[in-house]
């Protein structure tokens, strides 16, 4: 045990004399010795190279002598020129037996708190001619010239500025071990550590990329002098939420070219973001991806002046959520992939990206959807896309006004498109090039339209878009229990197109319907407290359906089984509607109603206003009179029921007059001329007749009166009607009448009752017409006016006042 003491004692003592004795030497011949370092590194540089102060150590790098260069630079032959390389310290570790023959041979390369700046000009200079170029630096140079094995860097900056292709790259060296293999024939490079890089630019226009981002390295790279390559074999790059592995090479003589890919199977999605050129980061950075991403970025070509970089862009995610803007998004699955070098012969810019969607579906509020396509020309972008999406109705009850109200249903669509989005979006001159086609179909909806109490339930629609013509295979629904069928078709219906001049939406469709109910579907407006909603958002879209409104032009047949509303009822309903000009037209409508015929037309103008004018030509053949006056509620008077009539009747009328927001008829604007004709007349019942008896003709039934044919024709004024001369022939009595009937209390009739009526008739068949102009002979006269009760009350007239009075008001109305 003393023995092997003692020997340690021994190398110990032996090993501080030596220590000792090297500190001495390099002592003693430090001024030596730093010239002989200065004229070993001149030997290397063309340029001026500065050591501030030189130290020795024998502790740093054991047995080898460290020497410590302080606040050292390089600078090439330009005096004017950036430093090659400035540094605080620079640990030289040579081998310590070679120093003591004052020879230096370097080891390894510590380089603290320092700055590498390599540039090239515009005009082709570069200062990395501070190497010396010596005939060792030929082809047939070996790359084992160089004798050190390991460069250390601490808080070191590389900075690479080329002014004439327009590139930067930029890494600042925080804690990197960087080990030296050379052999015959190449040198091999392996650094490991802490980086933090500035960007790395290879296109000015599309910025940087790995920007201001902190990573820990683990690179393995091979320079071959030869070939002036350098190879970045598969290496790694750590940042603080992905690893990322890439690898490439630089031809550094000519033809230069490079090509660097970069891949990771794991990236955070905004992390990721600083891998690719900043140009297409930044648009990318809209979205937000929660869950790591796969991305692949190969940037590549030839390093020639203003020549574009080659980059191929692709990233995928699965089942991950997403959001861009206020767009929230689920179960996101996506595909992409961009490269700016469609066509190998044009330049690599933005007219020649193409960029694919493969595989893009998810969710979006409660919206399936599912789209795959490709992009062309950025600058002009060309799009060939097919999209689809599904989604419960009930998820627009959050993005439509709350007058609208869906209650189930769902939605289907399937969207291609191809063509330049921007010419359908801005072109004001000719209709864009390019396809829009659309398949939609909405199955088992209802919604209700809550101000007019509207239910459209069992809705089911099959249409199909083709660029700007809609066509509706089928539109099934129930409209407050009133079943509906629509087909036809719309032209010019995208809305997003524009011109000057505006263009309108042409529909033309075909209702069908076996009952409408104008009373359940017009039903009274409700008052109900809305839910909240941004009364922007709702002008925006109320202004959208105001603005289809306007522009709309409809032609619509129509063939309805059978329209009510409330006592009317008519059968075999058809005809067409035109909305056009502001105007809605009713035309070739026809009708079977009170088991006669009705032909009718109708022009409605200003559609837009609460009061819209109208006029209306209609013509009634051969209809039950007793039926016509039920479904019209007795024209709104209470003078003679429908109960007390019977008997055909024949029609022509020529109105005109308006009607309000409820399609209720303004009386007091109502104007027209009628005349009828009733055949097999019959009053039955009718009081103010009745009361005839009391005091004329005795002996007659007044309870059951025939008629003979009557003719008339009254002029319509508002509410009154200016009843021309007319002959009634009945089995009760002869009249002639004329005068003013009133719809509301100024009803003012002439009764003329001749005293042929004394004469024997029978009871069962009325005498026939002579004619109202012809002079009948000595007369009663009669007046029927309303009386304070509502009823019409008739009273004798001797001096013809009835008659007198009305011809003042004709007469005081003209003037």
Do not use: C, W
Request: hydrophobic share 40%; glycine share 6%; charged share 30%.
């Amino acid at each position: 045990m003393k023995k092997t003491l003692k020997f340690l004692g021994y190398t110990i003592l032996g090993l501080a004399s030596l220590l000792f004795l090297a500190l001495g030497f390099v002592s003693f011949y430090k001024a030596e010795i730093l010239e002989a370092v200065n004229l070993k590194l001149k030997e290397e540089i063309n340029g001026d190279i500065h050591i501030g102060k030189l130290g020795f150590t024998i502790f740093h790098d054991f047995p080898n002598v460290s020497l410590s260069l302080r606040n050292i630079y390089l600078r090439g032959p330009r005096a004017k020129e950036h430093n090659f390389l400035e540094a605080d310290v620079i640990e030289i570790n040579v081998e310590g037996l070679k120093l003591l023959r004052k020879e230096v041979s370097i080891k390894s390369i510590d380089i603290i708190d320092g700055e590498v700046f390599v540039f090239k000009s515009k005009s082709g200079y570069s200062n990395l001619d501070i190497f010396k170029r010596t005939k060792k630096d030929t082809a047939s140079s070996s790359a084992s010239q160089i004798s050190f094995s390991k460069i250390n860097l601490r808080n070191v900056a590389v900075m690479f500025h080329d002014s004439l292709m327009r590139k930067e790259f930029g890494v600042r060296f925080v804690k990197v071990g960087n080990l030296i293999a050379p052999t015959d024939s190449l040198i091999r490079f392996h650094i490991i550590g802490d980086v933090k890089f500035t960007g790395l630019m290879f296109n000015a226009e599309k910025g940087s990329f790995l920007k201001n981002k902190n990573a820990t390295v683990d690179f393995n790279l091979e320079f071959r002098p030869l070939t002036r390559q350098l190879i970045i074999k598969p290496s790694k790059l750590k940042l603080a939420k992905s690893d990322i592995q890439l690898f490439g090479m630089f031809q550094l003589s000519e033809p230069r070219s490079f090509r660097l890919s970069i891949q990771s199977d794991e990236v955070d999605y905004a992390e990721g973001l600083s891998i690719l050129p900043e140009g297409i980061a930044v648009k990318l950075t809209k979205v937000d991806i929660e869950k790591k991403v796969k991305v692949s970025t190969i940037v590549g070509g030839p390093l020639i002046p203003g020549r574009k970089a080659a980059v191929d862009v692709s990233f995928s995610v699965s089942d991950t959520e997403a959001s861009s803007g206020k767009i929230k998004m689920e179960h996101v699955t996506l595909r992409y992939r961009l490269i700016n070098h469609r066509d190998t012969t044009r330049i690599n810019d933005e007219k020649n990206i193409l960029i694919e969607l493969d595989t893009v579906y998810g969710k979006v509020s409660k919206v399936d959807f599912g789209a795959k396509g490709s992009i062309l020309d950025l600058s002009d972008p060309s799009v060939k896309a097919i999209a689809k999406v599904d989604f419960d109705l009930t998820t627009l009850n959050n993005d439509t006004v709350p007058e609208f109200q869906f209650r189930k249903g769902r939605f289907g669509s399937t969207i291609l498109f191809e063509g330049k989005p921007q010419q359908f979006l801005d072109n004001e001159k000719e209709k864009p090039k390019g396809s829009l086609q659309a398949v939609a179909i909405i199955s088992d909806g209802e919604v209700e339209y809550v101000p007019q109490r509207m239910i459209f339930d069992e809705v089911s629609v099959q249409m199909i878009l083709a660029d700007d013509v809609l066509a509706f295979k089928k539109i099934s629904l129930r409209l407050n229990e009133n079943q509906m069928n629509v087909t036809g078709s719309v032209v010019g219906v995208v809305p997003f197109y524009k011109t000057k001049e505006e263009k309108p939406i042409k529909a033309s469709l075909m209702l069908t319907s076996p009952k409408l109910d104008v009373a359940q579907i017009f039903k009274p407006k409700v008052t109900k407290a809305s839910q909240k909603k941004s009364a922007n958002k709702k002008k925006e879209i109320l202004d959208k359906i105001n603005d289809l409104y306007r522009k709309l032009e409809l032609d619509m047949e129509f063939q309805v089984d059978q329209l009510v509303n409330k006592h009317f009822k008519g059968e075999d309903l058809s005809g067409k509607i035109v909305l056009a000009n502001d105007e809605l037209l009713l035309k070739d409508v026809k009708m079977k109603i009170a088991k006669g015929n009705v032909d009718l037309s109708a022009r409605i103008s200003k559609k837009e206003k609460k009061v819209n004018p109208f006029t209306l030509s209609a013509s009634v053949k051969n209809a039950e009179i007793k039926d016509l006056f039920y479904a019209f509620n007795n024209f709104n008077q209470t003078a003679v029921g429908h109960e007390n009539l019977s008997g055909r009747v024949n029609i022509t009328a020529n109105l005109k007059g308006a009607i309000d927001g409820n399609l209720v008829l303004v009386k007091s604007n109502s104007r027209g001329d009628v005349q009828f004709k009733i055949k097999n007349g019959r009053l039955r019942n009718f009081e103010p007749l009745q009361n005839m008896s009391n005091f004329l003709l005795r002996g007659r039934d007044f309870s059951d009166v025939r008629f003979g044919e009557i003719n008339s024709r009254f002029t319509l004024k508002g509410t009154e009607m200016d009843i021309r001369r007319m002959e009634v022939q009945s089995t009760a009595l002869t009249l002639y009448l004329e005068g003013n009937y009133s719809l509301a209390d100024k009803t003012d009739l002439s009764i003329q009752v001749p005293l042929s009526n004394l004469r024997f008739r029978k009871q069962n068949i009325p005498p026939e017409n002579i004619g109202p102009d012809r002079r009948v002979g000595m007369s009663v006269f009669l007046r029927a006016r309303k009386g304070d009760d509502g009823k019409t009350v008739i009273s004798y007239d001797p001096f013809k006042r009835s008659i007198k009075d009305n011809a003042k008001k004709a007469s005081a109305k003209k003037k």
